[in-house]
Nanobody
Framework: QVQLVESGGGWVQPGGSLRLSCAAS????????MSWYRQVPGKERELVAS????????NYVESVKGRFTISRDNVKKMVYLQMNSLNADDTAMYYC?????????WGQGTQVTVSS
């Protein structure tokens, strides 16, 4: 059974940083592309960042480029999202997502709140 468990969310002041983690189990982790999505109530879920299975390539939504970094550790079966220079627009529930062909899985999400 595939399981993705996010952690690291919380409250942070504008300009601050957080590091989200996602622990994967029940899948051949190194063969899956991994992504972070976020969602605000009433809006569609938004792709924030993705990283290929070997971690060679990554891409980001324009609004987080230069501030967020996605990375992965295929030995530990972990994917991370380092978030710097956070602002109120980054407030959302953040979800970890694994995909390989037609197979995919979501985590339960971790809340990030940016406010003063």
């Amino acid at each position: 059974q595939v399981q993705l468990v996010e952690s690291g969310g919380g409250w942070v002041q504008p300009g601050g940083s957080l590091r989200l983690s996602c622990a994967a189990s029940g899948l051949s982790f190194s063969t899956y592309a991994m992504s972070w999505y976020r969602q605000v109530p009433g809006k569609e879920r938004e792709l924030v960042a993705s990283i290929t299975s070997a971690g060679v390539y990554s891409n980001y939504v324009e609004s987080v480029k230069g501030r967020f970094t996605i990375s992965r550790d295929n030995v530990k079966k972990m994917v991370y999202l380092q978030m710097n220079s956070l602002n109120a627009d980054d407030t959302a529930m953040y979800y970890c997502y694994a995909a390989r062909g037609s197979v995919s899985a979501w985590g339960q999400g971790t809340q990030v709140t940016v406010s003063s």
